[in-house]
């Protein structure tokens, strides 16, 4: 009979940002598919520790569901000193929303059009050269230290607050290089404001279909993208869970909501329930094994 009631799908995020975005396009077609009311509720903080805190100690009946991230999920029990809750014990995974992929930036005062040419023009101006993050432990950070530590580059990391003024920082020439989501790091690429270098999807991105991936140049480990999904706290009954992975699998095929998030640059991601916990596992041990090598921590 599940649900007799209203569902809460906590978001760890302010509202109007891409990841609200997300849950309530999900919760509205999970509102039609059930005949009860899913309910979006923000509880924004800490990276979206603190929504999911929340979860980790809501009653395990289905009624209080997460929007797992990769930020709350995978890099902080890592990045973090204190973290309220595990992030492995404490939810079960139930299927992923989809995932987005990114691209390279470089600043269209740097004197390359390609990788090899960016790591030519790092090389001969060893200290001179910087890239924006998006803030400490976000994925426009780790991301970047990752293809730097592939690459061999060696460039000063400039925290801004935010991605977007992390590329805006490019697009002024304040810094070299960053790294952004590619629906909107194309956005300067189209207008001519910054170099597109490189993507880190799997396959090439459609707004950026002459920009190589990564895997192409050489460095498959360089496959990197962000990735948001559905959780509900460990214990929550697997008839429960396993209805929300059927119904949460159909509503992702739909036509209309495959469209709405492709224009949002999210690109499809299916895995099953028994597939998403393992994946989020090995993401843990992925970004946990990066944030301990650069040695950064948040207190």
Known sequence: QYPVKPVRIIVGFAPGGGNDVISCLVAHKLTIAFGRQFVVENRPGAGGMIGADVVAKAAPDGYTLLHATQAANAVAPTLYAKVPYNAVRDFVYIGPFGRQASVLLAATKVPANNLKELVEHVGRNKGKVSYGGPGIGLSGHLGMEMILHATGMAVLHVPYKGSASASQSVVAGETEMTLDLVSTGSVYVNAGKATPIAVTGQARAPQLPNTPTFSE???????????????????????????????????????????????????????????FGPFVQAESKRWGDLVRRIGVKVE
Not at 230 to 259: C, F, H, M, N, Y
Not at 265 to 273: Q, V
């Open 217 to 275: 140049l050489g460095f498959p480990d360089l496959v990197i993208y962000t990735w948001q999904g559905l959780a509900a706290p460990a214990g929550t009954p697997k008839d429960v869970v396993d209805k929300l992975q059927r119904d949460l699998q159909a509503i992702k095929s739909t036509p209309e909501l495959r469209e709405r998030l492709a224009r949002m640059g999210i690109e499809p991601f299916d895995l099953s329930s028994a597939e």
